[in-house]
């Protein structure tokens, strides 16, 4: 049910008139959804940790705790994957899993004193891939931010005419508290000032009310 999605169209649609401001097409209203969901998300992103209200908005796109499962201790990062969240940890017992950079890797491999075990289990991210020591541990847990997903506002012909197809639309993750931000956001991608607007129906209504 993609009910979110057509709430925002319906939004524009109401907020804009086809003289005032142009026609804008579903495409063009889901392109600038999408850009307005990524400004708003890459926004909270910064602050999640800080700020309890930005964390809950942000739990639709919280992925996990997931099981993997590794091939020679490497596992392929997600294309959705934006940032690990808390402690990846691995086996049975949940050993955790210490992250480190790439320059300390050779070091800590060869260490004599502390070499990666499974009872000690280090990782390294790359571009694409997570790979984890020792290549012998078969599987992990993680959670981790994902991107937000590209809405669909979708629709089929009936009797001639074009009307909303919810069942094959795609909606937003968002929560129902951010609706008016995404909303605020969409039209000011798509050219739009809500201010300005405000003060062409203010100048209307002058209009009517003083002819």
């Known amino acids: 049910m993609a009910k979110k999605i057509k709430q925002i169209h319906d939004l524009v649609g109401l907020l804009t008139t086809k003289g005032r ?20 998300f890459n926004l909270y992103y910064k ?6 209200d930005i964390a809950d908005s942000l739990r639709p796109f919280i992925v996990g705790p997931a099981s ?28 955790k899993v210490d992250r ?12 004599a004193l502390v070499p990666p075990t499974v009872d000690y289990p280090i990782c390294v991210f790359y571009a694409t891939t997570i790979q984890f020591y020792p290549t012998t541990i078969t599987g ?37 508290i951010d609706i008016t931000k995404i909303t605020e956001r969409t039209l000011s991608f798509l ?10 129906e203010f100048s209307e209504l002058k209009q009517k009310t003083n002819p």
């Open 191 to 200: 050219g739009i000032n809500l201010e300005d607007m405000k003060l062409v």
């Open 140 to 176: 992990v847990k993680w959670t981790y931010l994902k991107k937000p997903i590209q809405p669909v506002y979708a629709t089929t012909i009936s009797n001639g005419r074009e009307v909303y197809d919810d069942a094959s639309s795609v909606d937003i993750e968002w929560n129902e």
């Open 68 to 95: 993997i499962s590794l091939t020679n201790g490497a596992y392929t990062i997600p294309d959705e994957f934006i940032h690990e969240i808390g402690q990846i940890t691995a086996g049975t017992s949940d050993v």
């Open 100 to 111: 480190i950079d790439h320059q300390a890797l050779a070091g800590r491999r060869n260490n």
């Open 47 to 52: 602050s999640f940790q800080a700020n309890n």
């Open 21 to 40: 401001t142009g026609y804008h097409s579903a495409n063009d209203i889901d392109i600038a959804v999408y850009a307005a969901s990524k400004e708003l």
